[in-house]
């Protein structure tokens, strides 16, 4: 009996890990292998013949343009959507956090936030439409007070309205993890600051912001995940007429073209990785939470 | 051979009640003879389950043929690329995959399927002949570019993988089930003058307010119509098209969206609705149970006749390899059903054809056949399936009789040679 607890002891750890262990081999590691695996056989162009081994998938994803083409896409979609849905987040965590004094008022708000969560995704993005259509709301009041005399085609069925579905829909991303960091603040600081004369800016710069750091490097990871994997909000918002990584690839799983889809799935889950990699050494992550 | 079959139907909606009304009776068993496979439906549960597109795959259909059938049928709708990877790699969790023929040729030679015996299925020889050796439904139809169904018909024997000249065998590869076809949906009211032609769809005229379907195979054909019509260039096969035609296209499609020409890439039924109806697009490629939904929202929509013909589009039914038995004597059962004329006549009240179009014809009252097959103005008021009034007396369906729709196919829905350079390309128009 006591050999038992002896050895309970000393594996309690591995006990104690061991769901999250398996449930993440099962669930995560275990499809990626199977993603590579396929990656890795060949396509004819009708059928993916299991078990010949090829590279050509990988290397016609760095021999083609369209490569550049769309990962330059997906970057410039993703800067945007991250200044912006940094500055409103920001902005609301800090009127949350600061300018608010009840805490019920602060979770009030808080859970309002999370209101377009309600409905499903697809409704989400589709309910745009009606607002930026060529006979939509924002182009009869454009026309109606003569700001143009044509409707703004820009509005729908483009670059910007996929960006406007980004930002409406991830600010709470970016949110969430910056409310819980600033939360933590302690507000001692910033009166201490205060009393030694520090303007609101300098506090906002040289106590705020360093203090959040963790809260942008979370938030930044959920919305580059949410970016570079999405295409339906593409296809919906876009009409089809943007390409990005995930765009491509959903084409391409489309015309059951598995082992190509498979490659570019890896090689976009690289990119990502990367970057997330660099976030979480510029920005001691683990230490906020 | 029409009393047999109504007859059959008949008895077997009175077995269904029988077995309905007294399952629990042990040892209850009814004859079938239905498919050459005398098989005893015993107390045992025999379920089918199928798995197909929601436009023949629905909660109706399903009652019908629980109704009519002594076993269970259980429909599932499923989209294209999923009824295709669990044809592939999940084929024993159905047991008939309903894919359109256009992904015969990725999914036959994969051996997970078994071949259909025509000799045990007595609704063959009502089957049209465009399955069949003349790859028609009458002499003197187009026979079209691309994938002809009666080439991916055929195969040499029951676990074959290949494909044979249509009707050397009897061994078929999918039994076919719908077909219909497909053009330019237009707005009569904003365009305002006659269209016959598929150039209209890249007529700088309506510039901005076109629109094409966002799946690069049919997407490229329905603008290789255009550029055809327009004199640009004579494809060798459309259906089937070289690199350099691919390459010809899609800078066509590159330019003419540089310029603004197309207002959007649709990608499901719905928004091709939705566009009709807002008036963001006057004309794009069209659904023709689209084109029905437009009208019933009272905006004009028209499913436009085109004299460069139609852009065609079949269903078929596929046996997985596992099933064996009774379980495969109740599905050759099923499909036996389904072609025998009641089912015809609900699809065709959509606006779709079944393959065994002539026994539809005892299923429909003379005045909804005119109008549905025959292209004459209606003489009654007509109602879809579903009860909704869809046409008045007097109206003319659109693109007119079954020969002026079928009779007519430019091309069919199929996938190319050099369908990964396709989509690698169009993934290009798309990133312009």
């Not at chain 1, 589709?126 to 939509?136: N, Q, R």
């Not at chain 1, 302690?186 to 030694?196: H, S």
């Not at chain 2, 269904?16 to 549960?45: C, H, M, Y």
């Not at chain 2, 003489?379 to 729709?405: C, H, Q, W």
Request: glycine letters at 8%; aromatic letters at 12%.
């Amino acid at each position: 009996m006591a050999g038992l607890t002896a050895i309970f002891n000393r594996y309690s750890t591995l006990f104690q890990i061991s769901p999250l262990v398996i449930t993440l081999t099962l669930f995560l590691v275990g499809p990626v292998i199977v993603i590579i695996i396929l990656s890795l056989w060949k396509f004819d162009g009708f059928m993916t013949l299991e078990g010949v081994w090829t590279f050509r998938n990988y290397e016609k994803i760095f021999t083609r343009s369209l490569t550049v083409t769309n990962y330059l896409q997906t970057g410039k979609m993703l800067l945007i959507t991250l200044v912006v849905t940094f500055v409103l987040g920001f902005t609301l965590a800090y009127f949350l956090v600061f300018d608010l004094v009840k805490l019920r008022t602060k979770m009030l708000l808080f859970l309002l936030c999370v209101v377009p969560f309600w409905t499903s995704a697809v409704i989400r993005t589709v309910a745009w439409m009606p607002f930026l259509g060529t006979e939509g709301i924002i182009n009869q009041a454009v026309v109606g007070i003569g700001l143009s005399d044509e409707p703004l085609k820009f509005l729908l069925f483009s670059e910007f309205a996929v960006l406007l579905s980004y930002i409406q829909i991830f600010t709470l991303f970016m949110m969430a993890p910056l409310f819980n960091v600033m939360a933590r603040i302690n507000k001692d600081l910033i009166e201490a600051a205060r009393d030694n004369g520090a303007s609101s800016i300098q506090i906002l710069w040289n106590i705020i912001l360093p203090l959040c750091k963790p809260g942008i490097a979370i938030g930044t990871i959920f919305v580059i995940a949410l970016v570079a994997s999405d295409f339906t909000t593409i296809r919906i918002l876009s009409g089809s007429q943007v390409g990005t990584v995930a765009a491509s690839m959903a084409n391409q799983i489309y015309n059951v073209q598995y082992p190509p889809a498979a490659a570019t799935a890896m090689i976009l889950l690289l990119a990502v990785l990367l970057l997330v990699g660099g976030i979480m050494r510029l920005v001691d992550v683990r230490r906020q939470l | 051979m029409s009393k047999n079959t109504n007859g059959k139907a008949k008895t077997g909606l009175s077995r269904r009640n029988v077995l309905k009304g007294t399952a629990a009776v042990a040892g209850l068993a009814a004859g079938s003879t239905i498919g050459g496979f005398p098989t005893i439906w015993a107390q045992e549960d025999i379920t089918v389950r199928t798995v197909g597109m929601a436009v023949s795959n629905m909660p109706q259909l399903e009652a019908m043929a629980n109704e009519a059938l002594p076993f269970n049928v259980k429909q599932t709708a499923a989209q294209i690329p999923d009824i295709m990877a669990r044809g592939i790699n999940q084929s024993a969790s159905a047991d008939l995959f309903e894919p359109p023929m256009m992904l015969l040729r990725a999914m036959w030679p994969t051996g997970k399927f078994q071949a259909w015996d025509t000799t045990k299925l007595p609704e063959w020889d009502q089957v049209v002949d465009l399955y069949k050796a003349p790859g028609k439904i009458w002499p003197d139809a187009w026979y079209g570019d691309g994938q002809n169904p009666s080439q991916v018909g055929y195969t040499s024997g029951p676990e074959a993988r290949d494909f044979v000249d249509p009707g050397s065998t009897k061994w078929i590869t999918h039994h076919p089930v719908l077909h219909n076809a497909d053009t330019l949906g237009i707005r009569p009211d904003i365009i305002g003058r006659p269209i016959d032609s598929w150039k209209e769809l890249i007529n700088p005229e309506f510039a901005g307010r076109s629109a094409l379907v966002a799946f690069p195979q049919i997407g490229l054909m329905d603008a290789a119509m255009a550029f055809q019509a327009n004199g640009e260039i004579e494809y060798g096969d459309k259906g089937n098209m070289t690199r350099e035609e691919i390459d010809f296209s899609i800078d066509r499609l590159i330019d003419l969206k540089k310029s603004g020409h197309w207002r959007v890439l649709w990608s499901t039924f719905n928004e091709s609705v939705q566009l009709m109806v807002s008036g963001e697009v006057v004309i794009q490629s069209m659904w023709s149970p689209a084109v029905t939904a437009v009208r019933e929202q009272g905006v004009s929509c028209t499913y436009q006749d085109l004299k460069e013909g139609y852009r065609s589009w079949t269903l078929g039914h596929m046996l997985p390899r596992h099933l064996e038995g009774k379980k495969l004597g109740a599905v050759y059962d099923y499909v036996t059903w389904y072609h025998s004329g009641t089912a015809g006549a609900f699809f065709a009240r959509q606006g779709y054809y079944v393959v065994t179009w002539q026994n539809t014809k005892k299923y429909l009252p003379a005045a909804e056949w005119d109008f549905w097959m025959e292209g004459k103005p209606a003489t009654v008021d007509i109602y879809s399936p579903f009860g909704k009034l869809m046409e008045k007396v007097g109206a003319v369906r659109d693109g007119g009789s079954y020969k002026n729709r079928m009779g007519r196919i430019a091309v069919w829905n199929s996938v190319m040679d050099e369908n990964e350079y396709l989509t690698d390309r169009w993934n290009e128009f798309m990133a312009s």
